[in-house]
Structures are given as structure tokens and as C-alpha cells.
């Protein structure tokens, strides 16, 4: 099954194989949707997060590093989208008790609440433009980048795996960092603080 899967793994990266993506998606789908259910406890929000999860690979099939095998790779996607699903959903929620219990006192009290909507909507949207600058990244910069910042490979190990120099990969991290922080400065003070944690050196 190792092996199998590391052949469908590379026709989808340098072939763009569809079918190849179907078999891994028919393979692997229900299991991980019965994983992501034992974390969720919902059938329908396990589904959604598969899927997502499946667009995900496909749409950055050509940035993906498997470290280990394909089946670890996906069960992990979907561990952490799951995860970091409740994490939203109980921020949510908590807001949505805040309010309630607000709604006993006066009404000067609610701002307070309307101001911290604000901020996690604000934040929400700052993360979708810092995600689009990444994807217009030139493409072997994005790599370098994602490879960096997402995959926690060092300036060395992007080296070795990609046959470049030490410097180069310094540079074409230093060129994503520079473009990042051009793009997005016009955002407030929040959200710089925000960018300049992001992109901070690693």
C-alpha cells in the first residue's frame, strides 16, 4: 500500500492526475471522515472538513511534502482542520454566551462585546489577504517559503532538498518576507502586529 500510494502521490504532484487523485480520494475518504467524526461528533461538519481538506491537497498538490507516508499526511490534515475547527466554533460560542449574559446588564456593557466580534472578524479577514499575498509569491520563492514557515524545515535541510545554496534559500526567504510586509502595509496597527509575528525570520 506504501508503495501504491507513493506512485499516486507523484502522478498527482508532476502530472496533475486526476484519476490518480480520485483513487487516493476514493481510498482514504470514509475512514478519515469516521476519524474526523470521533474528534467532531458531527457526521456532516466530518464531511465538510474532508472535503476542505481534499481541495487543499489538490490545489497545493505541487507544494506537498510527505514526510512519512500518504495515510499519515492525511490523517493529519485532517486532526489539525478538525482541531482548529472546534477552536473557531468554541471562540464562537463563547461570544455567543457573552452576549447572552450581557443582555442582564446595561446596555453600555455590549460594546465591549461588539468591539471583540469586531476584532476576530477583522483578524479572520486579515488572514484570508495574508494567505493570497503567500499564493502570489513567484513560485520557487512560495515554495521555499511554505516549505519554511508550514513544513518547519530549516534554511540547511530546504537546501539539501532542493539542491540550492544555503544563501539562496536565505535570499528567497528574506524576498517573500520583504514582499509579504509591501503588501500589507497599509494594515492598522492590529494587524501589523499580527503580520510582523507571521512573518518573522525562523
Known amino acids: 500500500m506504501l508503495e501504491r500510494d507513493n506512485i499516486l502521490l507523484d502522478r498527482v504532484k508532476k502530472q496533475s492526475d486526476e484519476k490518480a487523485f480520485e483513487y487516493i480520494f476514493h481510498a482514504y475518504y470514509h475512514s478519515l471522515c469516521e476519524y474526523a467524526d470521533g474528534i467532531l461528533h458531527s457526521h456532516a461538519e466530518a464531511e465538510d472538513i474532508v472535503s476542505d481538506c481534499f481541495f487543499e491537497f489538490w490545489n497545493k498538490r505541487e507544494l506537498i511534502n510527505v514526510k512519512y507516508s500518504l495515510k499519515s499526511y492525511l490523517f493529519i490534515s485532517v486532526r489539525n482542520a478538525s482541531l482548529n475547527y472546534l477552536k473557531k466554533q468554541k471562540t464562537k460560542d463563547k461570544f455567543a454566551k457573552e452576549q447572552q449574559e450581557q443582555l442582564k446588564y446595561p446596555f453600555f456593557l455590549h ?68 514582499k509579504l510586509r509591501d503588501e500589507l502595509e497599509e494594515v492598522n496597527p492590529f494587524k501589523k502586529i499580527l503580520l510582523h509575528i507571521f512573518v518573522r525570520h525562523f
Not at 508550514?150 to 534559500?169: D, R, W
Open 111 to 178: 460594546d465591549s462585546i461588539s468591539r471583540e466580534i469586531e476584532e476576530l472578524q477583522q483578524m479572520e479577514e486579515f488572514e484570508n489577504k495574508l494567505r493570497k499575498a503567500i499564493d502570489r509569491l513567484p513560485k520557487q520563492c512560495h515554495y521555499i517559503f511554505f516549505l519554511n514557515r508550514f513544513e518547519q524545515m530549516s534554511y540547511q535541510e530546504i537546501a539539501s532538498k532542493l539542491n540550492l545554496s544555503v544563501g539562496t534559500v536565505k535570499t528567497q526567504i528574506a524576498r517573500a518576507l520583504k
